[in-house]
């Protein structure tokens, strides 16, 4: 999850992650690895605004955590989150990602329309 990408409040938010070695070279996630990705104002903030985790039922090179338009509604727009995955293997407990991302406003949304001459 190296691009930059633009988030708008009330899209579906997918954050592909795969994992790489010093040398780039892929790593997979492994059968029991748990997963636990999370969404928070700052990193000192108790509360998270999304969250999920999730065991890797099957070995892969790649996931994806996704979240529905009504999970990311409750964003405030014009705003910066940190988001981080963190993995378990076994006893070992690491965070693997963290990034901060900015949420913008949205245009279109699933508001009724109060007006509509169409």
């Keep these: 999850m190296n691009e930059e990408k633009e988030y708008f409040r009330g899209d579906t938010f997918v954050f592909p992650f795969d994992l790489q070695n010093e040398d780039k070279e892929p790593i997979n996630f492994e059968t029991g690895d748990i997963l636990r990705f999370g969404m928070k104002e700052s ?6 605004l999304l969250y999920d985790e999730k065991t890797i039922s099957e070995n892969t090179e790649e996931i994806k955590i996704i979240f529905k338009p009504e999970e990311t509604q409750k964003l405030q727009p014009n705003k910066k989150y940190i988001i981080e995955l963190e993995i378990t293997r076994g006893d070992y407990t690491d965070t693997i990602f963290q990034k901060e991302i900015f949420v913008k406003g949205d245009v279109v949304n699933n508001v009724p329309k109060i007006n509509s001459d169409t």
């Design 43 to 48: 990193i000192y903030s108790d509360t998270y």
